[in-house]
């Protein structure tokens, strides 16, 4: 029937629309070498676990074993070579290796050898080929740190075989002896290796631009900008010869040594090369999520249950139909599962699958086009949910429609706001200075000197899992640190006999601790209200020190314009002659530093803040409280006085980090920077600050890896008498010696004991980050923003919700 020339340009555009549409949507690759929820060795298959908080690694051995690897912590994705598979724990920040290999007398999988660790240079993707490893790398403070490639021999050396400097990839596989990647600019295919082969596939594919690949024993496939699968390489058992028809059709690859895979974008199955002895027939009618290949056999993860199947003439165990199913009690995740949203490609229960942590997405494209007729259903397995279809441009007309809408009202809204923030402006004077407003901040209540501290009761806390590392605008951060207050409080002015009677004449039993300028008194105003009362030094010696005279001044300043649930806030202030007083909230449970390090609590084993939980808890309060003061105070403050002394905790056990008498306005860059005199407390000050005597945010990162030492070890910063064998040491210099040799449980607190199955990997996370933090050179060291997200991801760990580092970003000057 011929059709209306309207019809007809309407169906060309509809045609053309669909077609360019799914030619744009990636294909991705579990191949030989490329990472996935399974992997698989020349006899044993692994998969990630689901619906399990820990997502940990089970294997299948060909023996008919099934393990249980350790540890049982949370990995993201596994890649198997010949003897040899290596698993990213969740988060990108590290990837372990294990070896497979069966002897007659050993039938386990080894223990974890751990390649690779950093948490600011994370892990995108890991490519294990026959003997050696290749991952992308991502460098999260360098903006050209993205898409670097790193190789590593089986045996966890560095290798040799390396792309060339510079180079930034997109995704990369690995085969025999080498590796191919996609060059991130250009989309061209870049190989490296032993391999002669390597080269000769380069050139094959010249300037052709590749949107995926998968690499096999000798051979590559990937498919091109326009929808093509290509192949180059070894063709000798006809792995190169791609079925007719190839466009469009297949949504993931998985290649062997000489023969190849494809999953078609309704979940069947095709191979072909290998001389024929790759059948598919055992699958006909059972649908799959993912496939990944070994190099004489296939397995792949089926759509109904999460099962794997396997199949070829390398698999030794297969029935009359030619495949096996694995008797895993467990399912196996279909996919990563994520800290973002997935939209409309959310997997059907994501929820359960993941244990409440994060999502489980289809990537893009998956099984988007409907396939007429499909095979008979399968006895073995119920057939998958059907397709989705893409939406129709009438739909895609009305969510325009919507959405100009939606930008219409939002606009008005905006321009309301806009209006009735001039007339605020105008009305209250503010805007020409009329107001002047104190807000509010914090104290410190602490002994000074190297121990400092200040009197404290007992601990503990309420938890909020997060992510680890964040990806967002600078609005959704300065969100999640916790904002400045709308209304900021008015400091009041005190007279000098009201907190003399408030705190009894400042008697000795109302003595809690000394600050920065003087001696912190506990009291009670007349209207009932508890607050801590900083009362300045008079004497003639302490005029002698210009730092100690204006840290009033200092803290006043500070503290007035400063308002965030991490800071002590200020009540209000006195100034009478020589008497200059600052009063502070009370916090009820005083300092960290007594918690840790008092000796009327050392032994209270019952204590509550004997907790990792609520230990990361404590830390990761202290850290939003700095990284506020980084980045979204105006102008920014460096505290430089960081220790467990100057982090109080409040009623409800959340931490607040006190004491600005040693503050400074902190440059409007971080590559400056202005020479000061080295200020602070022995143990905490940071070296090069002390040696250059330049002073930047990093000297406060530098601090709070001590405290973070403390809170993993129970040991003071600076160690003395049975602490170290009679001699002073530093913490840094006792710990990090040991946390870097793998010794961490060494050193770890005795009073806790030793983390559980879901605080394994948060203690550890949280030792890396003091590891990094006191870096002797601030430029190596993490950022507050990268510490807070850190600490978040290692606290949700604690609360069982093991959810993926965003994939890829913890965060640390290097997860």
């Known amino acids: 029937m011929k059709l209306p020339l309207s019809s007809s340009i309407v169906f060309f555009v509809v045609t053309v629309t669909f ?46 074993e099934i393990i249980s690897v350790e540890p049982i912590v949370s990995f993201s994705s596994i890649s198997g070579g010949q003897n040899f598979f290596c698993g990213i724990r969740s988060g990108g920040y590290a990837f372990l290796c294990w070896n497979t290999f069966s002897s007659s007398n050993n039938l386990s999988i080894s223990d974890p050898q751990r390649v690779y660790f950093n948490t600011t240079v994370l892990l995108q993707n890991l490519a294990v080929g026959r003997t050696h490893v290749c991952g992308i790398l991502n460098d999260t403070a360098n903006v050209n740190g993205t898409g670097i490639v790193k190789c590593w021999r089986g045996d966890g050396n560095i290798s040799s075989q390396t792309p060339a400097d510079g180079d930034q990839f997109e995704s990369i596989s690995s085969g025999y002896g080498f590796s191919c990647g ?15 082969i390597a080269r000769e596939i380069e050139s094959d594919f010249g300037n052709m631009s590749i949107d995926s690949i998968a690499a096999g024993g000798s051979h590559v496939c990937g498919v091109n900008s326009t929808g093509f699968l290509v192949c180059k390489g070894d063709n000798s058992s006809g792995q190169l010869d791609v079925p007719a028809n190839s466009s469009l059709k297949y949504y993931q690859l998985s290649l062997g040594a000489d023969y190849s895979c494809a999953l078609r974008r309704n979940g069947s199955v095709v191979c072909w090369g290998g001389r024929g002895l790759y059948s598919v027939d055992g699958t006909v009618g059972i649908f799959f999520e993912s496939i990944v290949s070994g190099s004489n ?51 059907p229960d994501s929820d359960r699958l993941c244990s409440g942590s994060g999502n489980v997405c289809y990537p893009p494209g998956f099984k988007a086009i409907v396939i007429p007729s499909p095979p008979a259903p399968s006895p073995l397995l119920p ?9 129709s441009p009438s739909s895609s007309s009305k969510e325009l429609t919507n959405g100009l809408l939606v930008f219409a009202i939002v606009g008005s809204v905006g321009a309301f706001a806009g209006i009735c923030t001039i007339i605020y402006c105008l009305w209250t004077g503010v805007c020409f200075g009329k107001k002047k407003v104190h ?48 209304h900021a409080d008015r400091a009041e002015e005190f007279t000098l006999a009201e907190l003399a009677a408030a705190t009894n004449d400042f008697s000795l039993e109302n003595k809690i601790g000394a600050g920065s300028f003087g001696v912190v008194y506990k009291g009670k105003l007349a209207d009932g209200r508890e607050v801590a009362i900083k009362r300045g030094e008079t004497g003639q010696m302490t005029k002698k020190f210009q730092e100690k005279e204006s840290a009033f001044e200092s803290e006043l300043a500070f503290l007035s314009r400063l308002h965030h649930k991490h800071l002590v806030r200020l009540v209000g202030y006195c100034e009478d002659g020589d008497e200059k007083l600052l009063v502070y909230e009370y916090m009820k449970n005083g300092a960290l530093y007594d918690h840790l390090h008092d000796k009327n609590n050392i032994q209270k084993n019952s204590s509550v803040i004997n907790s990792w939980k609520i230990r990361i808890k404590i830390a990761l309060d202290a850290a939003r409280g700095i990284e506020y003061l980084h980045n979204y105070a105006v102008p920014t403050i460096i505290h430089r006085d960081i220790k467990s002394s100057n982090i109080l905790l409040d009623a409800n056990w959340t931490a607040r980090v006190s004491d600005f008498g040693l503050s400074l306005m902190g440059p409007e860059s971080e590559r400056d920077y202005r020479p000061m005199k080295a200020a602070g407390t022995v143990g905490y000050i940071d070296p090069e600050y002390y040696g ?38 530093s913490i840094v210099d006792f710990a990090v010696p040991r946390i870097m040799s793998g010794e961490l449980i060494k050193v770890l607190d005795p009073r806790i004991g030793p983390p559980d199955v879901n605080e394994a990997e948060a203690v550890e996370l ?50």
């Not at 397995?299 to 199913?325: A, H, R, Y």
């Not at 467990?330 to 599962?337: A, E, F, R, T, V």
């Not at 998958?384 to 893409?390: D, E, G, K, L, V």
């Not at 410190?444 to 590392?469: D, E, V």
């Open 19 to 64: 077609l360019v549409f799914f030619l744009s949507l990636p294909l991705t690759t579990h191949a030989l070498g490329s990472g996935s929820t399974m992997a698989v060795t020349s006899d044993s298959v692994c998969g990630i676990v689901a619906a399990k908080s820990a997502r940990s690694i089970i294997c299948y051995k060909t023996s008919g």
């Open 383 to 391: 057939s998958p949910p059907p397709p989705t279809i893409p939406p």
């Open 692 to 729: 250059l005597n330049v002073v930047t945010a990093k000297s406060d990162v530098y601090g709070l890896g001590v405290v973070l030492l403390e809170l993993l070890t129970g040991k003071r910063a600076i160690l003395k008498g049975d602490d170290n064998g009679g001699t002073p040491t």
């Open 766 to 815: 949280v030792a890396y980050t003091a590891l990094h933090c006191v870096n002797l050179e601030g430029k190596d060291r993490p950022t507050m923003t990268d510490i807070v997200a850190n600490l978040e991801r290692a606290l949700s760990l604690c609360d069982g919700s093991h959810g993926s580092i965003s994939s890829g970003t913890i965060s640390i000057v290097s997860e």
């Open 439 to 486: 807000n509010s901040v914090q104290p410190t209540i602490s002994r000074a000197g190297s121990n400092g501290g200040t009197t404290s009761n007992n601990s503990g806390l309420i938890s909020r899992s997060s992510t680890i590392r964040r990806q967002s605008s600078r609005a959704m951060r300065r969100q999640r640190s916790g904002t400045s207050s709308k």
């Open 297 to 347: 056999f296939t397995c792949g993860l089926t759509t109904s249950n999460f099962s794997i199947m396997c199949w070829g003439p390398g698999w030794p165990n297969v029935d009359d139909s030619g495949v096996q199913i694995l008797p895993f009690t467990d399912q196996i995740l279909p996919w990563p599962c994520v800290q973002t949203s997935c939209e409309d490609r959310l997997f």
């Open 182 to 196: 996609i060059l991130m600019n250009s989309g061209r295919i870049r190989c490296w290796g032993n391999n002669p």
